[in-house]
């Protein structure tokens, strides 16, 4: 039987390989005479898969031997609170460009004091501060920011210098979607569920100094340091979704690793913002020096425009492209696993549609 897939825009849980969903549905019945979900975490068989699938991180990130791979539940959410918990002694430091950087500042505020260093919510997070705009207080116990803003469509082009002040990065939305230098980072975080894999894990990179002292007395499960002294298997993971994510980092790999991953992303990216350019009809979101290579938006006139271009783009089999409600339009989400031919088709249709409008 054919399988008819359409192109899912989704910001996430977004678009899987389709290779990947296969291997994951061969395991699911089938992982020596029982189904991958229902071997023990501490079998010889997941024991191989969660090595593999930290092999790979280290391998597609470049990660030095003082950085610990961490696979975590709660998705990403749970760092806006557990950072400053396991970090956070006198103050953190935040850029603040766009909702999630909110929730994480908002989180770290019920543990201890914070300061916004930036932040561009009065223009409705339209950009990402350059550099210079990023005053680093030597007092701060770390800095955070969010690298890639999902909803608004906004990403780094450069990643600030913090010098000896840890910089915490959320890099839910761009982790392997372009080369990194991770030595820039004391800790990263992401949840799965846009670049990586299903829902349901979040994928943490942590500096080995930061496993050291921690500033006050919090259970066990919500310490860093208790996952990476068991490597993850402090608890029971979600097995399957660390299978699925294991496939996902094999399947950059197959493609040529995260240089070609991140060569077809920037082609993807082009093709869209090139017909936004063009268009008189659209109007990008973010500005130009700030465009995320991720999560595209823009804007039409009128709601009813709006509408209509997401009721004529599935008609295409282009689903998922109705921007979220705080900058409303369209945003086309274009994860590392999203086709350059979906691109082609909403290019295409981007077009027909300014001609009829
Ligand atoms: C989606 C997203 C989150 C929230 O992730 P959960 O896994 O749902 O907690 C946080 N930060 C960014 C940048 C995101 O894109």
């Known amino acids: 039987m054919g399988i008819s897939r359409v192109y899912n825009f989704n910001p996430g849980p977004a678009t899987l390989p389709l290779s990947v969903l296969q291997k994951a549905q061969q395991t699911f019945m089938e992982f020596g ?37 961490l696979f975590l539940q ?10 400053p918990l396991n970090l956070l002694k006198n103050r953190a430091d935040f850029s603040i460009t766009g909702h999630w950087s909110k929730r994480a500042l908002e989180e770290a505020n019920h543990v201890g004091e914070t300061r916004v260093i930036f932040t561009d919510e009065e223009g409705n997070f339209t950009r990402t501060p350059n550099p210079g705009e990023i005053k680093i207080d030597a007092q701060a116990d770390y800095f955070h920011m969010t690298t890639n803003n999902t909803i608004f469509g906004t990403e780094y ?25 991770v030595t820039k980072f004391a800790l990263i975080y992401a949840g799965a569920q ?14 080995d100094d930061l496993l050291e002292k921690l500033p006050r007395d919090i259970p066990t499960m919500f310490t860093y340091r208790a996952h990476a002294a068991k490597k993850s298997l402090y608890h029971t993971p979600p097995t399957f979704t660390i299978y699925c994510l294991m496939l996902v980092l094999e399947w950059i790999k197959e493609r040529g ?19 936004l350019d063009a268009s008189s009809l659209y109007e990008p979101h973010a500005d130009k020096d700030s465009r995320s290579l991720m999560n595209i938006t823009f804007r039409l006139r009128t709601d009813d425009l709006t509408d209509s271009f997401i009721e004529g783009a599935a008609k295409r089999d282009l689903v998922g492209l109705k921007g979220h409600r705080s900058v409303g339009g369209i945003r086309a989400s274009v994860y590392n696993a999203f086709p350059i031919e979906g691109v082609k088709e909403l290019v295409a249709f981007m077009k027909e549609f300014e001609r009829k409008a």
């Open 33 to 69: 005479g029982m189904s991958i979900l229902e071997i023990s975490h501490r079998s010889k068989e997941f024991s191989g898969i969660i090595k593999r699938a930290e092999t790979l991180v280290r391998e597609h990130l470049g990660l030095p031997a003082n950085y610990r791979v």
């Open 194 to 207: 846009k670049n990586l894999g299903p829902a349901g894990i979040s994928l943490v990179i942590i500096r």
């Open 257 to 275: 690793g995260i240089e070609s991953v991140e060569k077809i992303n920037h082609e993807k990216a082009k093709l869209i913002y090139d017909a």
């Open 74 to 83: 709660g998705g990403a959410s749970i760092h806006f609170g557990m950072v």
């Open 157 to 181: 082009q450069e990643i600030p210098d913090t010098g000896d002040v840890p910089l915490v990065a959320d890099m839910s939305s761009d982790i392997l979607s372009k080369r990194i230098d």
